[in-house]
Each structure stands twice: as C-alpha cells, then as structure tokens.
T-cell receptor, first 119, second 113 residues
Framework: AQSVSQHNHHVILSEAASLELGCNYSYGGTVNLFWYVQYPGQHLQLLLKYFSGDPLVKGIKGFEAEFIKSKFSFNLRKPSVQWSDTAEYFCAVNEKGADRGSTLGRLYFGRGTQLTVWP | NAGVTQTPKFQVLKTGQSMTLQCAQD?????MYWYRQDPGMGLRLIYYSASEGTTDKGEVPNGYNVSRLNKREFSLRLESAAPSQTSVYFC????????????FGSGTRLTVV
C-alpha cells in the first residue's frame, strides 16, 4: 500500500508570504498525484492534479505543484498567500494501472497540513 | 447542483445506539467511498464500493457496515455506536478511470456520547 507523508502539520504565514507545502509518497511505480483543499467547515475540493506530461502543474487560485519523480515528491507552492487561503491541505496519490479488483481509483491521503494566514 | 449529497449533516448519538449515514451521487459514478476524518489523522478509508453490488473494507472498517443500494446510493451503518466513532464522515465518488480524483460530499459530523 501507498504511504503519503506531509511533513508540515501546521504552517503559519503572513499575507504575501510565499508558501511551499511538502508531500512525499512511497510507491515506486507510476502514480497520479492530487492536492485537495478543505476550507473551514467545508468538504474537500480538488486544487490541482498531475497525471502525466509537464511536471509543473497549475491549479486554481494561483497554486501550483511540481512533481519530482526522483524525489517521490509533489510539493505545493504559491508565490503570495492571502488570508482566504487559510485551510487544510491534503496531498493524495493513486497508482496508475492499478488492478481493477483491488485498488481501483483508490486515493491514499496524507495527514494534512493546516495553513493559517494572518492578515 | 450535481454532486454528492450526504445526510444528515450533524448527529448526536448515545453509546450503543445505531444509525445510518446516507450518501447519494448523481454523476453516474461507479465507485463510491466512505472516509472518516479525525484531527491529525487525515482521511482514513472505512469502506469502498468499486461498482454496484460490491463492497470492500478499507483501513478502518471495524464497527461499520455498508450497503451499495444501487448505483447512486452508498450508505454507512453504525450498529452500536461508540465514543471512538466520534468523527466527521465524508462520502466520495469517482469515475472508473484511475486518473480522476474524487468528488466529496459535505460531510456528517457525528458525536457519540
């Protein structure tokens, strides 16, 4: 089974600061990678995803992530955060080409990183 | 709006009571999932259903049962609630192809006293 590590449990930034949230996964094969965001009191929403191609992926609200295969990493970045970015961020991975009977579509989630942005 | 609908949004149970959490999706997705979310633990998979008529255990299935009633609906049942089941429960669905992510419901906040 996969494991997904998010090294930062809680990140506190001031508005306009730059953000980078780390995500590493354990699977040695080919993967699809996702970042989800959960605003306070809401459900998880897809922020961005990587399937193939350009390892630098751009998502909504100015977020981007870079897939570095050699490091098994998919770090989330934003050049200048806003107060409205305060939320919990989850990295998730699934295996490309997984056997349909066992791990079909199944996402493995990290434990999440709480981002607090002070105005 | 299309998506995943969960009911109820909030519930308080006494230890030993039973209840069923309902989930329905209108996106014609084959796969559906139940997760629980606890502080510092992220999302943990309880059960999933790859297609109508099939269900499989996830990471934390003990104390729960599920029913995939039809393609749209996937319910989660707590037969005898325990305080350890106090959590936020999310239902999700996905298309067959593995490269698609999930669409999540808005969650059920369950407290067992």
């Amino acid at each position: 089974a996969q494991s997904v590590s998010q090294h930062n449990h809680h990140v506190i930034l001031s508005e306009a600061a730059s953000l980078e949230l780390g995500c590493n996964y354990s699977y040695g094969g080919t993967v699809n990678l996702f970042w989800y965001v959960q605003y306070p009191g809401q459900h998880l929403q897809l922020l961005l995803k990587y399937f193939s191609g350009d390892p630098l992926v751009k998502g909504i609200k100015g977020f981007e992530a870079e897939f570095i295969k050699s490091k098994f990493s998919f770090n989330l970045r934003k050049p200048s955060v806003q107060w409205s970015d305060t939320a919990e961020y989850f990295c998730a991975v699934n295996e490309k080409g997984a056997d349909r009977g066992s791990t079909l579509g199944r996402l493995y989630f990290g434990r999440g990183t709480q981002l607090t942005v002070w105005p | 709006n299309a998506g995943v609908t969960q009911t109820p949004k909030f519930q308080v149970l006494k230890t030993g009571q039973s209840m069923t959490l309902q989930c329905a999706q209108d996106m014609n997705h084959n796969s559906m999932y139940w997760y629980r979310q606890d502080p510092g633990m992220g999302l943990r998979l309880i059960y999933y259903s790859a297609s109508e008529g099939t269900t499989d255990k996830g990471e934390v299935p003990n104390g729960y049962n599920v029913s995939r009633l039809n393609k749209r609906e996937f319910s989660l049942r707590l037969e005898s609630a325990a305080p350890s089941q106090t959590s936020v429960y999310f239902c999700a669905s996905s298309r067959d192809r593995e490269q698609y992510g999930y669409t999540f419901g808005s969650g059920t906040r369950l407290t067992v006293v």
